[in-house]
Nanobody, 122 residues
Framework: QVQLVESGGGLVQPGGSLRLSCAASGTIFSLNHMGWYRQAPGKERELVAG???????NYADSVKGRFTISRDNAKKTVYLQMNNLKPDDTAVYYC????????????????WGKGTLVTVSS
């Protein structure tokens, strides 16, 4: 069973930084897209940043220039470096990955983590 486990959330003051990590575990043949979504209270889940297996990245306009997504394929881990955080960044952040595992092969299936809370407040 594939699992995605996020870490690194917490309380930070406006202008501060946090680094989120998401580690994938299980019988994984390959990781395709990996990304971060967020959901604020009363709002729909939205894409924050995504990366392909080749390392290409895309970002929501609201985080461009402040957030950086990266991945370590050997560690099956994706990161989100968040700088200059704003109160509007407060949300539960979810990791998402397209995974080819022993049950889905040769197809890729989407998996989600349980989320980590980021609160930006003074």
């Amino acid at each position: 069973q594939v699992q995605l486990v996020e870490s690194g959330g917490g309380l930070v003051q406006p202008g501060g930084s946090l680094r989120l990590s998401c580690a994938a575990s299980g019988t994984i043949f390959s990781l395709n897209h990996m990304g971060w979504y967020r959901q604020a209270p009363g709002k729909e889940r939205e894409l924050v940043a995504g990366t392909t297996s080749g390392g290409s990245a895309n970002y929501a306009d609201s985080v461009k220039g402040r957030f950086t997504i990266s991945r370590d394929n050997a560690k099956k881990t994706v990161y989100l470096q968040m700088n200059n955080l704003k109160p509007d960044d407060t949300a539960v952040y979810y990791c998402n990955a397209g995974v080819v595992d022993n049950k889905s092969w040769p197809k890729s299936m989407d998996y989600w983590g349980k989320g980590t809370l980021v609160t930006v407040s003074s």
